[in-house]
């Protein structure tokens, strides 16, 4: 079974402070992995996503995150975050054995602080 | 890319009525996802659609309460029947970018935000 685990509920950070959101699965095969954003009110934006080759994946927004196959891992970092990066930030998991939908974490909420 | 647009964008209901959601994309898809965002909560995955057979539904989705249709490759619907409150959130359609026959992205679409009273 698939699944993805965001220990992290809440995460608060200062501005210019660097940033990791954390992110596990389980997944039966080679998983795509993508991470996405939700501001309130507002749909989901694809930050990036990892499929194969380069572990280190970098997104849109100065984002990026790296696949560690042997932690089972996707975290997301950002060196120095932007008031604009207070969110919802969803990991999700998915690939051939699940026909290709996506199966999400229940998300984490980035307060940014002044 | 593919573009997705979803109607309505939202609506409000009463209850023990039935909306039915509407999903449009600019190319043809094999494979369209309807998913589920409760409010404050993570989506969840409620059937996939593909064009031909019957929708595939997951864990706590049945077939009577969300009756989805797949008459061609770019649109697909999804009807919320005899609504109660607990059915108030966003619905939204996905469907998976290929490009020589593997799957390079997912596509969402914007969402349509449904309050039951």
């Known amino acids: 079974a698939q699944s993805v685990t965001q220990p992290d509920i809440h995460i608060t950070v200062s501005e210019g402070a660097s940033l990791e959101l954390r992110c596990n699965y389980s997944?039966?095969?080679?998983?795509?992995l993508f991470w996405y954003v939700q501001s309130p009110g507002q749909g989901l934006q694809l930050l990036l996503k990892?499929?194969?080759?380069?572990?280190l994946v970098q997104g849109i927004k100065g984002f990026e995150a790296e696949f560690k196959r042997s932690q089972s891992s996707f975290n997301l970092r950002k060196p120095s975050v932007h008031w604009s990066d207070a969110a919802e930030y969803f990991c999700?998991?998915?690939?051939?054995?699940?026909?290709?939908?996506?199966?999400f974490g229940k998300g984490t909420s980035l307060l940014v602080t002044p | 890319s593919a573009v997705i647009s979803q109607k309505p964008s939202r609506d409000i209901c009463q209850r023990g009525t039935s909306l039915t959601i509407q999903c449009q994309v600019d190319?043809?898809?094999?494979?369209m996802f309807w998913y589920r965002q409760q409010p404050g909560q993570s989506l969840t995955l409620i059937a996939t659609?593909?064009?031909?057979?019957?929708?595939?539904?997951e864990s706590g989705f049945v077939i009577d309460k969300f009756p989805i249709s797949r008459p061609n490759l770019t649109f697909s619907t999804l009807t919320v029947s005899n609504m109660s409150p607990e059915d108030s959130s966003i619905y939204l359609c996905?469907?998976?970018?290929?490009?020589?026959?593997?799957?390079?992205?997912?596509?969402f679409g914007p969402g349509t935000r449904l309050t039951v009273t």
């Open positions: 996905s469907v998976s970018g290929t490009s020589g026959g593997e799957v390079v992205e997912q596509y």
């Open positions: 997944y039966g095969a080679t998983p795509y």
């Open positions: 990892y499929f194969s080759g380069d572990t």
């Open positions: 999700a998991v998915g690939g051939s054995n699940s026909g290709y939908a996506l199966n």
């Open positions: 190319s043809q898809v094999t494979m």
């Open positions: 659609a593909n064009q031909g057979s019957e929708a595939t539904y």
